[in-house]
Nanobody, 123 residues
Framework: QVQLVESGGGLVQAGGSLRLSCAVS????????MGWFRQAEGKEREFVSGMRRGGYIYYGDSVKGRFTISGDSAKNTVYLQMNSLKPEDTAVYYC?????????????????WGQGTQVTVTS
């Protein structure tokens, strides 16, 4: 019903910035809660940021003040702007969608997932 495709990952130096994109097809993202997760090598998948239907935005503690989630309805795309990147931000980043409209921090609350995009931050 919903397809998600992430892009924008790459290799950056510590202190640099990247903007990830999540292209949504099948449905408009405004009908879903949207989220970003990340998974580092050997680690559990971690909540990064969420955006409820209606636009309420929330973040995981590790990225507050550095990352920003946003959406462009005309392009049906959700973004994650990442600033002041640190080596510990290195992970595969995933876009996800949920039919829920409460605060959703758990990966198992999301119905749809993209394939992920690799972000590597060097010292």
């Amino acid at each position: 019903q919903v397809q998600l495709v992430e892009s924008g990952g790459g290799l950056v130096q510590a202190g640099g910035s990247l903007r990830l994109s999540c292209a949504v097809s099948g449905r408009t993202f405004s009908n879903y809660g949207m989220g970003w997760f990340r998974q580092a090598e050997g680690k559990e998948r971690e909540f990064v940021s969420g955006m409820r239907r209606g636009g309420y935005i929330y973040y995981g503690d590790s990225v507050k003040g550095r990352f920003t989630i946003s959406g462009d309805s005309a392009k049906n795309t959700v973004y994650l702007q990442m600033n002041s990147l640190k080596p510990e931000d290195t992970a595969v980043y995933y876009c996800a969608a949920t039919v829920r409209n409460d605060l959703t921090y758990d990966r198992y609350q999301y119905n749809y997932w993209g394939q992920g995009t690799q972000v590597t931050v060097t010292s």
